[in-house]
């Protein structure tokens, strides 16, 4: 039972919010740096806690954002390549395991057509007949991209992209080649070309260098390679969709407030609105006797 409780703790907004606040805080405070290693534990370990767990996906999603928005502040390497890749391949199988479903069951368009993709930027949890929906599968895909994107177009800045990002293009070209959804190897495939295309400049780049790299300095080139061009796309698209969210919020509550504002005013909250009495009179009917009311 004390387990099931941490795990749900684990499992909340509050936790979210904390780790989001502290890689905030750690990144931008000098004084913070320090705590840099041990809170990037803690979110690894929240991770991978619940890394195959596909209903989960959401808050694993945010403790990834997390880390890479560490990484990129710090200019530091934090390793997620191989956490993203076990999630991509859980992934590639269920969306298999989904269309040989509809398949023999013979559903097909109709039905995926009744599903919409869920926000998985302000979920925590999906539903276990939503992670057998192909339309749910694909937007975890989608976001799993992103993460790619993010993390290897910072990594890109470092004279060791191209041997850094080897083993992980071998497994993306691999899950590329046998993955059955369209949209996903779409994706996939753009991912692996920027990567292959910022790969040789960076080769190029480090040919070009007079002296050896300073050892304790991480990112040395600039973020004008295509797969740095991409992640930066990311942040940006990112940032606007979390301020869209953040405007419709607040217009929805002072819509809500002037509605109900309205109705008090207008007395529409099935009471009548008290009549408003001068100072010094008594309102109608106070101090007068039964029987002058009935006269």
């Not at 990129?72 to 859980?90: A, Y």
């Amino acid at each position: 039972k004390g387990a099931q409780q941490q795990a749900q703790m684990l499992l909340s907004w509050p936790f979210v919010r904390s780790i989001s606040l502290w890689t905030k805080a750690v990144g931008t405070l000098p004084a913070l740096e320090p705590l840099a290693y041990p809170l990037s534990m803690i979110t690894m370990g929240a991770a991978k806690h619940k890394l195959t767990s596909l209903q989960v996906f959401p808050f694993v999603n945010q403790c990834f954002l997390a880390l890479n928005r560490l990484g990129g502040q710090l200019e530091t390497f934090v390793p997620v390549s191989s956490h993203l890749l076990k999630v991509l391949g859980i992934v590639m199988q269920a969306i298999e395991k989904a269309q040989r479903k509809n398949r023999s069951s013979g559903e097909g368009k109709a039905l995926d057509s009744q599903v919409k993709a869920p926000d998985i930027e302000i979920s925590l949890r999906l539903s276990e007949a939503q992670v057998s929906e192909p339309l749910v599968l694909e937007a975890i895909g989608g976001c799993l991209c992103a993460l790619f994107s993010d993390h290897l177009g910072l990594v890109s800045q470092s004279p060791g992209f191209p041997e850094v990002s080897a083993p992980v293009l071998l497994h993306l070209r691999k899950h590329s080649k046998h993955c059955r959804s369209e949209a996903i190897r779409r994706q996939l495939k753009t991912l692996i070309e920027k990567c292959e295309a910022s790969a040789d400049i960076v080769r190029a780049r480090r040919e070009q260098l007079d002296a050896p790299p300073d050892a304790k300095k991480f990112l040395i080139f600039d973020a004008d390679t295509p797969i740095a061009k991409a992640r930066a796309e990311v942040i940006r698209r990112r940032s606007a969709e979390e301020k869209a969210r953040i405007e419709a919020e607040v217009s929805g509550d002072a819509a809500t407030a002037k509605a109900a504002h309205k109705r008090r005013v207008s007395g529409r909250d099935g009471e009548a609105m008290p009549a408003v009495v001068p100072e010094g009179q008594k309102p109608p009917g106070a101090g007068t006797s039964k029987k002058a009311l009935k006269r």
